[in-house]
């Protein structure tokens, strides 16, 4: 039997798919059949959801803490006017937090055949690839009682890239560099570098220096001055191992190791040296290799991008013989890692000698401050306890460095804030010591 009047109403209002319907109107349905009437002529004349198009345009990388904007169109091909509201849902850690819901909600109202555009920001608060996740339309009646709804996949990727905050100390560097490099009056001496001219010997220089067959042409003593190697190579290596996922102060001790990496990269390019690079923990993570010095920069910050700390310990043996296959010839191995005792003594220190046999060795470590914070505490049992295992702490990690200098090795123990310029300024110190 067909059902008439009010019950007919219930029963289509029944049909009606969950959460098209205003919440304030729902218990008033099954009571007054004029406004059940109303939502269903509201629901009737609500623009189609399912026929909407969709395309993005927008920014494809971001540094983090910066914003990138990635825009949304909707074409409305129904012959009604899109009276909605939109939700560009991306995964939670795309905003910094309490924003989310104020960046990926927007209204518009769309006429029909015509197209409009919404704007979603994002700031995100980790590195790494940015997936938007779908587009949720919710599209309202001309009396905003009733609305359809639906769903759509609409593809877009926004890689998070370094912050590379060390940025900063490069201008300092560079005026360094140049100082090392000639290019100023300023010339050094060492051992491995190239000749560059004479000049009349002062007290103090390295008789090593005289040039004794120009002496004998002249009337004065000559000294020879030179200025260091260029085309020297540079091999970063990345852990990326359990010890790399800690955080230290605001930050993992991979993220402050990343940016020491970006700032010796751009130092030493400049400096004319060809960087490579390489992550490893128990396999290559990312490689960089053969890249011009315009190119290096740009290849790094991509291949750091998406990388992420490995809950495994690190293969010292196989982080070994992957530096040695990409440092084919005598290099400068830069290792980014802990200088935790046991991964240091049971990892590192047995195979040591056959990258010090070829290559110069510099080991660089996220010191952690509040260790230092604690070993100035007092006033309580408890803080007089933790100064003590402050101090304990401090102690081994000398103990480690001293271990790794007796091989030859250079080290560098250095706050978040303060690795990238102390790592750079041990570079530079190498190359005016001639032992790049």
Same mark, same amino acid.
């Given at each position: ?31 007054? %059949? ?12 609500? %623009? ?36 909605? +509201? =939109? ?22 109202? $769309? ?37 359809? +709804? ?63 067959? *120009? ?18 190579? =540079? ?18 001790? @991979? ?44 290849? @790094? ?21 992957? *530096? ?13 890692? #802990?200088?935790?005792?046991?991964? =240091?003594?049971?990892?590192? @220190?047995?195979?040591?000698? +056959? ?8 080991? *660089? ?18 803080? $007089? ?7 304990? %702490? ?23 804030? #303060?690795?990238?310029? *102390? ?14």
């Amino acid at each position: 039997m067909a059902l008439t009047g009010r019950t007919a109403l219930l029963a289509a209002i029944g049909s009606l798919p969950v959460g098209i319907l205003a919440p304030s109107w729902t218990g008033m349905l099954a009571v007054n %059949a004029p406004l059940s009437l109303a939502i269903l002529c509201d629901y009737a004349l609500a %623009a189609p959801v399912r026929s909407l198009r969709f395309t993005r345009i927008g920014e494809t990388t971001v540094r983090l803490g910066e914003q990138a904007d990635v825009q949304l169109s909707i074409t409305n091909a129904s012959k009604r006017r899109l009276r909605a +509201q =939109i939700r560009d849902a991306w995964a939670p850690s795309s905003w910094e937090a309490g924003t989310e819901q104020a960046a990926s909600r927007h209204r518009l109202s $769309v006429p029909a055949g015509e197209r409009r555009r919404v704007t979603t920001s994002l700031r995100p608060t980790r590195r790494g690839d940015r997936h938007a996740d779908r587009v949720t339309v919710r599209s309202y009646g001309p009396l905003g009682l009733a609305a359809r +709804q639906s769903s759509h996949k609409v593809p877009w990727t926004v890689r998070v890239l370094p912050p590379f905050t060390s940025r900063k100390h490069l201008p300092s560097r560079l005026a360094r560099l140049r100082e090392l490099d000639g290019r100023t009056s300023v010339l050094i001496r060492g051992q491995g570098t190239e000749f560059d001219s004479l000049r009349d010997y002062v007290p103090g220089d390295d008789t090593r220096s005289i040039d004794w067959r *120009a002496t004998a042409r002249q009337a004065d003593v000559a000294v020879r001055t030179w200025r260091p190697e260029r085309d020297r190579h =540079i091999l970063l290596v990345l852990d990326t191992g359990r010890t790399s996922a800690g955080r230290v102060g605001d930050v993992p001790r @991979l993220d402050a190791s990343m940016d020491a990496a970006l700032l010796l990269t751009a130092l030493a390019s400049r400096a004319g040296d060809r960087v490579g690079f390489l992550a490893y923990d128990r396999r290559v993570r990312a490689q960089v290799h053969g890249r011009s010095a315009s190119e290096l920069l740009p290849a @790094l910050v991509g291949a750091l991008a998406p990388l992420e700390p490995e809950l495994v310990e690190t293969d010292a043996r196989g982080l070994s013989a992957a *530096a040695l296959r990409s440092a084919p010839r005598r290099s400068l191995i830069v290792l980014l890692t #802990n200088l935790d005792a046991a991964p =240091i003594e049971e990892g590192l @220190l047995p195979v040591l000698p +056959q990258l010090t046999r070829r290559h110069t060795v510099l080991v *660089a470590s996220v010191a952690d401050p509040h260790v230092e914070m604690m070993s100035k505490a007092r006033g309580s049992v408890e803080a $007089v306890y933790g100064a003590a295992a402050a101090a304990q %702490a401090r102690a081994q990690r000398r103990r480690t460095a001293e271990q790794l200098q007796q091989y030859g090795v250079t080290v560098v123990d250095a706050t978040p804030e #303060n690795l990238a310029p *102390a790592l750079a300024d041990a570079y530079l110190a190498l190359k005016a010591a001639g032992r790049l």
